[in-house]
């Protein structure tokens, strides 16, 4: 595989490895704010997941387990950290890969969409409705989505204002990885690796977030061994970027606690 069909991940800072991994149609510059305060403690590896950003053009399957395993040839043994849609390749990382170290999962569940046994989740038809909204009306779409990424939080309309500036900022994602993202939302479910995690748990959650509830994240630490739940009081569905401090000290509060 050449270099510009890799993925793109930047490196930056110095200490422990952490990965982050973005959500739907953003790219790792989402995480600026908290990398400016990490940097300082971690090596951080920012990825841009394929169709996204600098990997707008990369042949790696947008898959949990083909993105995470491109990844981990590339980075050092490392705590994982997703957000909303890049907790499912975080997720599958830390099932089934050993140099994951410990997960961090932001905003981020196992499984997106309800079900009878699952009660605390959003219906598929939100993500059917994107997928069709995306075909007549790209742009408007794009910017539908970040607005309920910031809807609920205290700090929403400076979230909002971030999230349009930073959207396009490596250009635009590819349509087909949208709709394999959109995909991936629908129908993915990773609980059953819960209850064999062989490694540490966050699960920073929003208390006002509207795509992701936390009584189901809260659900999805308790089948995980080794876990610890956290909801931010006033926060939303991107809580690093209006409640950056607070997701930073449970960062590093949760990477003293791992060890090396």
Excluded at 12 to 21: E, K, M, T
Excluded at 52 to 78: F, K, T, Y
Excluded at 193 to 204: K, T
Excluded at 229 to 246: K, Q, R, T, W
């Amino acid at each position: 595989m050449g270099d510009n069909a890799r993925m793109h991940i930047e490196t930056l800072g110095s200490g422990p490895d952490l990965v982050l991994i973005h959500g739907w149609a953003l790219h790792g510059g989402v995480f600026a704010p908290l990398a400016e305060r990490l940097a300082p403690r971690f090596r951080l590896h920012l990825v841009d997941l394929p169709g996204h950003g600098h990997s707008r053009d990369s042949e790696v399957p947008l898959q949990p387990a083909a993105v995470a395993s491109e990844i981990a040839s590339r980075v050092p043994p490392a705590l994982w950290l997703g957000w909303s849609l890049g907790g499912l390749f975080a997720l599958r990382a830390a099932a089934s890969l050993p140099t994951v170290r410990g997960l961090v999962m932001v905003a981020a569940t196992p499984r997106f969409v309800r079900a009878p046994d699952w009660p605390h989740a959003v219906e598929p038809a939100v993500f059917e409705q994107f997928a069709r909204d995306l075909e007549q009306d790209y742009d408007g779409t794009l910017e539908r989505f970040i607005a309920l990424d910031t809807l609920g939080s205290e700090h929403g309309r400076a979230e909002l204002k971030s999230l349009r500036t930073l959207l396009h900022a490596r250009g635009r994602p590819q349509p087909e990885a949208l709709h394999a993202g959109l995909q991936l939302l629908e129908s993915t479910d990773l609980r059953r690796s819960l209850p064999s995690l062989a490694v540490s748990s966050l699960w920073l959650a929003g208390r006002r977030d509207r795509l992701v509830n936390p009584r189901g994240m809260a659900a999805a630490a308790g089948r995980a061994p080794g876990s610890r739940f956290v909801e931010l009081p006033g926060a939303g569905h991107a809580p690093f970027l209006g409640h950056v401090d607070a997701v930073a000290a449970q960062l590093l509060a949760f990477a003293d606690n791992t060890g090396p």
